[in-house]
C-alpha cells in the first residue's frame, strides 16, 4: 500500500500560502519560527554547498523586501553565526528598523548600501568578490515583469559568472507553469522550502533551474499535504510501487502483455519495446507483428512468443490480424497499440476495428503509443472503447494532434495539456519530455524530475512503451505508468554516465534496465 505520507507532494503557491496560513493557525508555529527554520536549513545546505573552507568563502545575499527577503536575512544571519563572510545587499528596500538586519549586522554580517548612481559598479564589486550568490530577491509570489532597477541588477549577477543559489524559486520564475522572465536571475540549484513548486518542478530542466531542486524539510505536518494530489515521481515513490514477488510464484502470476507492434518498415522499433517489457518482470510476453519483421526478429528475440501477422503491399492484412488479436486478447492483462505500426492502409483499417468492438478490451489495460496515437486523432471517440483502461504515452507533437492544439501551446502549459487529456480521454496521460509528467483522469499528477538529453533519440519512447505494458500486466495503470518511467530514466542515466549522453543509444537503455530495478530493489 502506497504511503502518501513519504512522498514528496508538489503545491502551487495558493496551495502553499494556505498550507502555511493552516499551519499559523493551528497555534504550532509563528511566522518568525517558520521563517528560522527556512532560514537555518538554506544556510546548514550553503555551508555543505561551499567547495572553499568557510574562512575562505564570501556570501553574497540579495534581499527582496518580502518573505523570500527576510529568508534570505534569516540565513545570512545564520551563516555569519558560523564565521563565514556574508555580505547582504539590499536590491530592494525593507523597513530601516528591520529586526531582521538588526540581528543579521549583530552577529557579523555585512549590509551594503549600493547607493542609486554606484549600485551597478556596487553590486558588481560584490559579485566579484563572492565565492556564490544567493537570490532571496523576489520569491514564489512574482506577479508582474520584472522591471528596472532589478532588470539590470540580475544582469551584474548573471555576467559575474558566480554560482546562484535561489531560496525557493529563482527570481522571474512563475510558481505556477514554470515560464521564466527573460530579465530574471537563473540559479544553479534551487532550494524548495518545504514542498516542490509545481511550475520549477514541472519545468525542471530548462536551464533558468539548474542542475538541482532541493526540497528543505522545515517540518511540514503531514496532515496539511495529505490530500494533495501532485507528487514527485522519485525514487522513493518508485521503491513503493515496485511489484512484490513471492517466491513460490509461478510466470502466471505475473501478468501477460501482449505487443501489437512492428511493421517492415520499423523492425527496430518492435525489437525495443518487446525487449523492454521482456525486462520490466511480466510473466509472459507476446509480439503480434507482421510477417516481415518476425522473420528478422525470431532469431534474435527468443524470449517472447510470436503472433505472425499477413500482410501484402497495402501492410498488414486487417480482416486476418483483426480475428488472431481478437483471439489472443483474453488470456492477456496488457496490451501495448503502435510501436513501429506505420501509418499504412492496413495498419489504420485494423486500428479502426480495434477501437470500435467494446467487448475486446473489457478488464484489459491497452498502452497507446506512436503510430497508435497518431492513428486515433482523427478518429471520434475513439478512447470510449477502452472503458477507462488506457495509458497513452505521447511525445508533445502527438499530443497536440491528439488536443487539436499547437506543439506550442502544448509546450506553454505542459501540465495543463496533460491534465486535460487524461480528463478528456479518460485514460492514464503521460507527456514525455525532459521532464515527464504523468496524470489521471482525477487530477492526480506525478512529475518525473530527471532531465536526461540522452533520451532525445529515435527509439528510447519504444523502450519506455514496452517498458510500461509489462508492469501494467500486473500494476494498476497510474503506478505502472509512473514506474516505467522513473526506471527508464534511471536506467538512461547509468546508460549515458558509461557510453555519454552523445553516444548512448535506445538499446543501452535496455542493458541497464536490471540494474535500475536493482537499484529499487536494494535495501
Known amino acids: 500500500m502506497l504511503d502518501v505520507s513519504s512522498t514528496t507532494k508538489i503545491v502551487t503557491s495558493s496551495e502553499m500560502q494556505a498550507i502555511e496560513e493552516r499551519w499559523f493557525a493551528s497555534g504550532e508555529i509563528s511566522i518568525e519560527n517558520l521563517m528560522d527554520r527556512v532560514g537555518r536549513a538554506v544556510a546548514d545546505w550553503i555551508a555543505d554547498y561551499l567547495t572553499v573552507d568557510e574562512n575562505q568563502a564570501n556570501v553574497l545575499v540579495l534581499v527582496g523586501k518580502g518573505n523570500n527577503g527576510g529568508d534570505a536575512l534569516v540565513a545570512a544571519r545564520y551563516l555569519a553565526e558560523r564565521g563565514i563572510n556574508t555580505t547582504a545587499a539590499m536590491l530592494l528596500a525593507r523597513p530601516a528598523n528591520d529586526p531582521l538586519i538588526t540581528a543579521f549586522v549583530g552577529a557579523g554580517g555585512n549590509v551594503a548600501e549600493l547607493g542609486e548612481r554606484t549600485m551597478v559598479r556596487r553590486l558588481s564589486n560584490l559579485c566579484n568578490r563572492a565565492t556564490l550568490i544567493v537570490d532571496g530577491v523576489l520569491g514564489i509570489n512574482l506577479s508582474r515583469p520584472i522591471e528596472e532597477p532589478l532588470t539590470t541588477l540580475f544582469d551584474v549577477a548573471k555576467n559575474s559568472e558566480k554560482p546562484v543559489v535561489a531560496i525557493d524559486v529563482p527570481s522571474g520564475a512563475n510558481s505556477e507553469d514554470g515560464s521564466f522572465d527573460s530579465h530574471g536571475l537563473p540559479a544553479d540549484v534551487c532550494l524548495a522550502v518545504g514542498l516542490h513548486k509545481l511550475g520549477p518542478a514541472a519545468r525542471f530542466g530548462d536551464d533558468c533551474y539548474g542542475e538541482e531542486i532541493v526540497v528543505l524539510d522545515v517540518g511540514t505536518p503531514d496532515r496539511l499535504t495529505t490530500n494533495l494530489r501532485r507528487e514527485a515521481n522519485d525514487e522513493t515513490l518508485a521503491r513503493q510501487l515496485l511489484p512484490a514477488r513471492s517466491k513460490t510464484a509461478h510466470k502466471g502470476d505475473f501478468g501477460r502483455a501482449l505487443l501489437f507492434a512492428g511493421s517492415d518498415t520499423y523492425v527496430g522499433a518492435a525489437s525495443l519495446a518487446v525487449q523492454a517489457c521482456l525486462r520490466s518482470g511480466a510473466g509472459m510476453v507476446t509480439l503480434a507483428t507482421p510477417v516481415s519483421a518476425y522473420q528478422a526478429l ?127 480521454f479518460d485514460c492514464v496521460a503521460v507527456l514525455k519530455g525532459a521532464t515527464t509528467l504523468i496524470a489521471t483522469p482525477n487530477g492526480r499528477l506525478r512529475v518525473n524530475m530527471e532531465p536526461n538529453d540522452a533520451l532525445a533519440r529515435g527509439g528510447t519512447g519504444d523502450v519506455l512503451a514496452g517498458l510500461i505494458a509489462g508492469l501494467a500486466a500486473k500494476s494498476d495503470p497510474f503506478d505502472a505508468a509512473s514506474l516505467g518511467v522513473y526506471i527508464h530514466s534511471l536506467s538512461a542515466k547509468f546508460a549515458s554516465e558509461r557510453y555519454t549522453r552523445y553516444a548512448m543509444t535506445a538499446g543501452d537503455l535496455i542493458d541497464y534496465l536490471p540494474r535500475a530495478f536493482r537499484e529499487l530493489a536494494s535495501e
Not at 480475428?323 to 486500428?351: D, F
Not at 475486446?360 to 483502461?389: C, K, Q, Y
Open 298 to 424: 525470431a532469431g534474435d528475440v527468443s524470449e517472447t512468443t510470436y503472433l505472425p501477422l499477413n500482410e501484402d503491399v497495402n501492410g498488414v492484412l486487417p480482416g486476418p490480424a483483426f480475428n488472431t488479436l481478437v483471439e489472443h486478447i483474453p488470456a492477456m492483462h496488457s496490451v501495448l497499440i503502435g510501436v513501429g505500426l506505420g501509418l499504412s492502409y492496413g495498419a489504420r483499417e485494423l486500428i479502426s476495428r480495434l477501437t470500435s468492438d467494446f467487448d475486446i478490451w473489457r478488464g484489459h489495460t491497452v498502452v497507446l503509443d506512436a503510430d497508435g496515437l497518431t492513428m486515433v486523432s482523427v478518429m471520434d471517440r475513439w478512447w470510449e472503447v477502452f472503458r477507462g483502461n488506457l495509458i497513452i504515452t505521447p511525445h508533445p507533437g502527438e499530443l497536440s494532434r491528439l488536443l487539436g492544439i499547437s506543439i506550442a501551446e502544448v509546450e506553454a502549459d505542459r501540465v495543463n495539456a496533460v491534465l486535460t487529456a487524461a480528463q478528456r
